[in-house]
């Protein structure tokens, strides 16, 4: 069933909308806080349209989410039980509770290594706030976990260019339909 090519194309078209840029950086804001999806779907496509602006765009995707990571630690830090059921409702506090210990145990390195790590990010946003992770620290760690992430990914794309494009293009409906079984394996392994 061919449903994720449709949705590549509206990606792609999106992705070079003249406001592509205010709405990855809403994206990047919010998944460092409190939305589920990554950014990285949107830096992505935004990449494949316009390489020349990769750069920009991974700069853009770090400032946003390391602002977005200062709300998740201000949620922690001021909020904490008032997000619990939130956490918990969602199948999240199992994983926040993991993220704490690592907190607890390696403090910078923890939210440095979060950029690249597949728990969501605001798992660790909200532990550095509710932990007082010293900010300077959760600041720097975010800039560089994040940062290192997004261009890397903005990186590689611009790389792979026409070539990546198409390859996305004419596997993307196995791909997306791979990415939706290894989700239903990663939310029933996390809801045991």
Known sequence: MRIFSPLY???MR????RHAPRYLAGLSF?????FPVPPDVMLAPMVLARPASA????????AASVA???????IGYFALAAVTPWLQELGYWEPYLQVRG????????AILLAGFS?????LFTIAGGALGMFLPSFVLGSLLGRGG?????AALIKLGGARLEAGLRRYIDTIGWLMVVMMLAAYLVLAR
């Open 9 to 11: 194309q509206r990606a």
């Open 14 to 17: 999106w992705a070079a909308h």
């Open 30 to 34: 919010a998944e460092s806080s409190f």
């Open 55 to 62: 750069w920009p765009y991974a700069a853009l995707t770090t």
């Open 68 to 74: 977005g990571g200062l709300a998740g630690y201000a």
């Open 102 to 109: 690592w907190f607890e145990e390696w403090g910078f390195w």
């Open 118 to 122: 597949p728990v969501p990010y605001k």
């Open 149 to 153: 992430r997004f261009f890397l990914v």
